[in-house]
């Protein structure tokens, strides 16, 4: 859930400042749930039989999604981002970021696209930089370096700022697939789980299965999830939380999933990085 925004101090480089951080574009989406539409990526027929064998066995098809997650061990992606947070609960989005993965150590790299975006860009490796975050701003802000020094701050500084629900380490389409898992079991039989067909995302992409999950609304505060995942690969494209009241409390998509990629230490070097500000140290682990 999302932790409410608040003024947060802290140092960098001896200077403190306070800061009330809003991040993203602001507004409503539209047109962001999946459609009936033809099929893509694969021929009709035999999206029909796979669209079939989903809806005998949804639960199984979840943890059949889940396992194959889990071998994804890296892979180049787009990201598109809506979230309600902050202090006002407003909703942010869509925020499209290009991203590297890597799962052994675990390695995140995102590359704001929107030009309006307060960041260009952020990484987090495993055991480097004593696990903190490294971001690169579009703009100066009060207590940050200036564009292109990167700062650090620890991982769930984006969290209580109220500029993202998750910490990095929650990034992900296994971390996506973990945490439907655990609210599905932990549910039991509470959770209604349906099988709702074949769609087609937004602006001519994919065709998707479409698995709904419903939970007590008196227990959850976000009681249902839109799962899509990818007729063609079996790889999650999206999802879509919902509150009671059908209001979106958080909705995150994944399109140009590429998982023929051979990616090194060198992809989750910030730019400036690569240009010699900073190199990358060793965590000091603590005893």
């Not at 409503?28 to 809806?55: F, K, M, T, Y």
């Amino acid at each position: 859930m999302a932790r409410s925004a608040r003024a947060p101090s802290w140092t960098i480089g001896g200077l403190t400042a306070i800061i009330l951080l809003l991040a993203g574009c602001r507004g409503h989406p539209s047109g962001i749930e999946p459609q009936p539409g033809p099929v893509q990526g694969l021929p009709a027929a035999e999206a029909d039989a796979r669209a079939e064998a989903v809806r005998r066995d949804p639960a199984g098809y979840l943890q059949r999604v889940a396992y194959k997650c889990q071998g994804l061990g890296q892979c180049t992606l787009v990201f598109t981002r809506y979230e309600r947070r902050g202090l006002f609960q407003q909703l942010y989005g869509p925020e499209h970021m290009r991203c590297w993965f890597r799962r052994r150590p675990f390695s995140v790299r995102m590359q704001w696209l929107d030009k309006d975006s307060k960041y260009l860009e952020m990484a987090y490796v495993g055991g480097q930089y004593d696990n903190k975050v490294r971001f690169v701003t579009r703009r100066w802000s009060p207590g940050l370096l200036p564009p292109p020094g990167a700062n650090e701050v620890d991982l769930l500084a984006p969290v209580r700022w109220g500029e993202s629900k998750q910490a990095l380490t929650d990034f992900g389409l296994e971390r996506l697939m973990e945490r439907t898992l655990d609210s599905f079991r932990s549910a039991g039989r509470d959770v209604l789980l349906t099988y709702e067909g074949l769609r087609q995302l937004p602006a001519g992409g994919p065709t998707v299965h479409h698995l709904h999950l419903e939970y007590p609304a008196t227990r959850y505060k976000v009681p249902v999830q839109e799962l899509y995942v990818d007729v063609a690969t079996d790889l999650p494209a999206g999802t879509l939380l919902k509150r009671a009241s059908g209001q979106l409390d958080a909705g995150y998509f994944y399109t140009d999933i590429d998982t023929n990629v051979r990616l090194t230490d060198a992809d989750f070097l910030l730019e400036a990085e690569r240009g010699g500000i900073a190199k990358p140290r060793a965590a000091v682990q603590k005893r």
